[in-house]
């Protein structure tokens, strides 16, 4: 039976990858198309083999865990990906450790591994294809926050550049990231999860002005924690990335149940594996805008979660104020009842600060109606651009379009979790990309 299942995973990755060389052929007959697998592969430390015993592990029984991951390392090296993001990658076994880069290593991938904080056992993995990327650099984030996250920063740049514009100065760079976030395992982590993507966004913003790099494609990976519904998805939607499993199967992004990629400790199933995608193209709302707006969403979320209309919010704003606004020190005790600030993982007091300036539109010091209105319960924000940005047609970078995005096992594609999956309790994600040369927006001095 094994067997079976394992020859129907072998005919589905096939024409996966027929479709990713036929597609380069027709397309780009001079430099075949990218493809980019993220997998949470759940450390044995964690794989529980008995529900009436939560304490039995994986972990303690080699051949088990040996097993599966070997199966593992099968599946990803039968796809042979340009770039694999692995998450939940068991860095505390030395065993483990060895065989994955040994068997990558030899099959000509480049691997980075980075263990989360506080020796949590478990990590990352990302491995690019040697015949795909030469490695500029390669950077670490720790968030260093109660879910002790880290995340991976990749600068690789096309190792055979397309011969079309082999001549000319396209930028060929992309930027990889690879992490996994915290799981809400209560409201109050809401806000650690968008702090974290909010770090990975300023890390990558940081690290183009450090080393002067024009506006290139950025690759997301990894296991998100949150769906489509989430703060996450709408924050990243809102700086420009689109889901590349959506932009294959032309979901919007109100098709919230089209698919999952997670059978979650609670039973639940779940849309949570993203593979994100930012053109050097698309132009970006200010990051602090996009922040605020997405701390404002969770504020207003939590208000309607306790049933209050419109004017009822704006009361409990204002609290004992007897005038028609709201004041800091209202803003800052509604923000610690709604669970936002007042404990080690909420905003700071910086952080509230800014949000208070970004509410506080014509800045006078109170919040008005008009002003509530706008900002938290039907906020109207500008589409304005970065300052530093302007458009210059003249300069050219490649960038990627969607060919073809996969889940593996096929049945999550439907929105149902398979009952003979055992590789992992997530799916397997991987998306054929195409190299395409655009315009890009010129970061000026």
């Known amino acids: 039976m094994r067997k079976d299942r394992r020859t129907k ?18 397309d780009h007959p001079h430099q ?42 099968d599946s990803l090296l039968y796809e042979r990906s340009s770039i694999i993001c692995l998450q939940e990658f068991w860095v505390g076994n030395e065993e483990l450790v060895n065989m994955y880069e040994k068997r990558l290593g030899d099959a000509g991938y480049l691997n980075f591994k980075l263990g989360r904080t506080n ?19 390669y950077r670490e984030l720790l968030f260093n926050d109660c879910g002790d996250r880290v995340a991976q920063l990749l600068h690789v740049e096309l190792a055979t550049p397309a011969s079309q514009y082999r001549n000319n100065d396209t930028c060929q760079e992309i930027l990889i990231v690879n992490t996994h976030l915290l799981f809400p395992h209560d409201s109050s982590l809401c806000i650690v999860r968008l702090h974290q ?34 703060h996450v998805y709408k924050f990243l939607r809102s ?46 709302k200010l990051l602090k805008t996009s922040w605020s707006e997405a701390v404002f969403g969770m504020f207003k979320n939590q208000l309607r979660k306790a049933s209050l209309t419109e004017d009822d919010a704006f009361a409990f704003l204002k ?16 923000l610690r009842q709604l669970n936002i600030t007042g404990h080690r993982h909420g905003l700071s007091v ?33 589409e304005h651009r970065d300052s530093n940005e302007s458009v210059d047609g003249k300069e ?38 195409s190299p395409i040369r655009m315009p890009c927006s010129q970061l000026t001095s």
């Not at 493809?35 to 088990?64: G, M, V, W």
């Not at 949590?120 to 650099?137: E, M, P, Q, S």
């Not at 609290?319 to 509604?334: H, I, M, Q, S």
Request: proline share 4%; hydrophobic share 35%; with cysteine.
């Open 9 to 26: 995973t072998k005919g589905r990755v096939s024409r996966i990858g027929s479709y990713a060389i036929a597609s380069s052929m027709r």
């Open 32 to 73: 075949p198309c990218i493809t980019c697998t993220t997998f949470n592969i759940l450390a044995p430390i964690y794989k529980r083999l008995s529900h009436k015993d939560q304490n039995c592990r994986e972990s303690d029984y080699r051949a088990y865990w040996l097993a599966r991951n070997q199966r593992i390392l």
């Open 119 to 137: 020796n949590r056992g478990d990590g990352l993995l990302t491995a690019v294809h040697k015949d795909y990327f030469r490695v500029i650099n």
């Open 197 to 230: 993507v909010y770090k990975i966004l300023q890390h990558v913003e940081s690290y183009q002005k450090e080393y002067k790099l024009n506006p290139l494609p950025i690759i997301l990976c990894g296991d998100w924690n949150g769906s489509k519904r989430g």
């Open 239 to 284: 700086q420009g990335f689109e889901s590349s499993y959506d932009t294959a199967h032309q979901y919007t992004d109100a098709d919230a149940h089209k698919w999952v990629s997670h059978l979650n400790h609670r039973g639940n199933v779940c849309g949570v594996d993203f593979i994100w995608l930012l053109n050097p193209n698309r132009y970006r």
């Open 319 to 334: 609290a004992d104020n007897d005038g028609d606004y709201v004041t800091y020190p209202g803003f800052c005790e509604a």
């Open 350 to 382: 910086e952080e509230t600060k800014d949000l208070w300036v970004q509410a506080d539109i014509d800045g006078n010091g109170v919040v008005d109606y008009k002003e509530f209105q706008q900002r938290i319960w039907k906020p109207t924000w500008s």
């Open 396 to 433: 050219q970078a490649i960038g990627f379009s969607v060919k073809n995005a996969v889940l593996f096992p096929p049945e999550v594609e439907k929105g149902r979790w398979p009952d003979n999956y055992s590789l992992s309790d997530h799916a397997r994600l991987t998306v054929v990309f």
